[in-house]
């Protein structure tokens, strides 16, 4: 069990229900137009899983490397940095865990195309490609693009586009404009949660050389930053309801905005990087939560 526990620390366990929201709700609005298919949520969540995993992995290796993981760091201890894990051991679990994601990945094309329409197989190979490197080059390599405050663009394309409209189209094989709002809202909090967390590391990455938008923006302006992504996402997914309105359970959504409003007032008045870290489990579970009552709504 000892030997256990750091990997499982390392994985980061509680950044996994963030990672799957798109898939729900890209599946829930599948499921509403006719397509469902158990065998692609499946392999989908799997493959992302293993994706969120990937990513996880190799944030914990390249930011022990790159000395953004020091004493002045707040929030889960890191495997390689504490040492309870070794580089090499890690290097290999991160290898062991692409041709994972590589074998997922092909099996849920397969699930969802088969042999069929060839240029979806070239998109979603190349996505499943994108993907990989996405997860090892925010904080390994030469030039790691979350050292260079591209991790916000990175997370709305990947957490918030490409998971809602791409297992959208694993279903329909088709793009509909009916994902468009709902992607781009979830990509939106799915950002909110990565600059909570840049908040929380905001001066530690400021003397490792790690520049984020928190880092560039500022306390103060990295709040108002992250009152814009929250409250945004919000207003979107209202207008989405009213453009797309078929019944009253398409609001159930609504519930979430109370958590989601309590988060921004505890934001207004953090000033600790433990008062950001408490709040990261709440903005996660809420955009997961979110996804599930947004995609429910349109299904009851």
Known sequence: MKEI?????????????????GIILGTCFAYYNGRFSWWVLV??????????????LANDYGDSVNGADNNERV???????????????????IKF??????ILTLALIWAAFGSTNF????????????????????????????????????????????????SYLLY???????????????????????NLNNMRD?????????????????????KQYHYVLIMGAMFI???????????????????????LVIHLKKIRAAKLPDDFDGQLKVLALSTFLFALLLGVGYIL
């Not at 260079?148 to 663009?153: E, F, K, S, V, W």
């Not at 309801?241 to 359970?249: D, G, K, M, N, T």
């Open 5 to 21: 526990r750091p990997w499982l620390s390392a994985m980061r366990l509680r950044t996994l229900p963030l990672s799957v929201s």
């Open 237 to 259: 997914t209202v207008v989405f309801s009213i453009l797309y309105y078929v019944a009253p359970y398409n609001f159930l959504y609504v519930l979430v905005f109370l958590p």
């Open 119 to 166: 240029l979806f197989l070239l998109l979603f190979v190349f996505l499943g490609g994108i993907s990989v490197y996405a997860a090892l080059n925010y904080t390994m390599g030469d030039a790691p693009y979350g050292y260079r405050a591209l991790g916000d663009i990175f997370v709305f394309i990947f957490f918030g586009l490409v998971s809602t409209i791409g």
């Open 97 to 102: 865990n692409i041709v994972l994601v590589i």
């Open 43 to 56: 392999l989908a969540i799997l493959t992302t899983i293993s994706l969120q995993i990937l990513s996880n």
């Open 172 to 194: 329909m094989h088709k793009i509909d404009h009916v994902t468009i709002l709902p992607s781009i809202a979830l990509g939106l909090l799915s950002v909110g949660v990565l």
């Open 75 to 93: 929030g889960p201890r890191r495997a390689v940095q504490s040492g309870s894990i070794t580089p090499e051991e890690m290097l290999d679990a």
């Open 202 to 222: 905001l001066d530690a990455d400021a003397n490792a050389g790690k520049i984020t938008i928190a880092v560039k923006l500022g306390i103060k302006r990295a």
